[in-house]
T-cell receptor, first 113, second 109 residues
Framework: NAGVTQTPKFQVLKTGQSMTLQCAQDMNHEYMSWYRQDPGMGLRLIHYSVGAGITDQGEVPNGYNVSRSTTEDFPLRLLSAAPSQTSVYFC????????????FGSGTQLSVL | GQQVMQIPQYQHVQEGEDFTTYCNSSTTLSNIQWYKQRPGGHPVFLIQLVKSGEVKKQKRLTFQFGEAKKNSSLHITATQTTDVGTYFCAVYYGQNFVFGPGTRLSVLP
């Protein structure tokens, strides 16, 4: 099994550009989420989904959109990139949202110039 | 919302020394998880604690859940260079996991 796959691994954007970070899992997990990691701030939740067709906002949702049309995929869209969105982004999944361990993807290093 | 604190923020130890990181919550927790992130890597699940006063061991790592279920600790005995990384605690709140800011461990050979 591949687990949680994120693409791309690295991305450089100009301010105002849009892009989509891809996340796919092959474990039939119901719960998927996106975190951003900034130095000294740990992992902050952007958006999450408890199943196909269901999404909700996390702690820092502004500037990001998500959708969950299938159980496997949970893309994160940056609508108009800003330098404040320079960060490392991690996608994570778990079997359910309750008392289950999270499996993380390898991350996307995003720089917005 | 749920706040999770971790101390220390950084710890530098000589190889062979012990290391402890602490995780504290403002509210009573249903469970707590610990993750390790190697430099340049992604967080990897280590363990979950559920019961009050629970102690679990994984080789040189000892995890403890406080009696009041508001705090937890991770203790590493005789650190090795392979222990280098950032250790996060995570608590389940609402429908999500809230992560502490992490403790970054450096091990000098």
């Amino acid at each position: 099994n591949a687990g949680v796959t994120q693409t791309p691994k690295f991305q450089v954007l100009k301010t105002g550009q849009s892009m989509t970070l891809q996340c796919a899992q092959d474990m039939n997990h119901e719960y998927m989420s996106w975190y951003r990691q900034d130095p000294g701030m740990g992992l902050r939740l952007i958006h999450y989904s408890v199943g196909a067709g269901i999404t909700d906002q996390g702690e820092v949702p502004n500037g990001y959109n998500v959708s969950r049309s299938t159980t496997e995929d949970f893309p994160l869209r940056l609508l108009s990139a800003a330098p404040s969105q320079t960060s490392v982004y991690f996608c994570a999944s778990s079997r359910t949202e309750v008392n289950e361990k999270l499996f993380f993807g390898s991350g996307t290093q995003l720089s917005v110039l | 919302g749920q706040q999770v604190m971790q101390i220390p923020q950084y710890q530098h130890v000589q190889e062979g020394e012990d290391f402890t990181t602490y995780c504290n919550s403002s509210t009573t927790l249903s469970n707590i998880q610990w993750y390790k992130q190697r430099p340049g890597g992604h967080p990897v699940f280590l363990i979950q604690l559920v019961k009050s006063g629970e102690v679990k061991k994984q080789k040189r790592l000892t995890f403890q859940f406080g009696e009041a279920k508001k705090n937890s600790s991770l203790h590493i005995t005789a650190t090795q260079t392979t222990d280098v990384g950032t250790y996060f605690c995570a608590v389940y709140y609402g429908q999500n996991f809230v992560f502490g800011p992490g403790t970054r461990l450096s091990v000098l050979p």
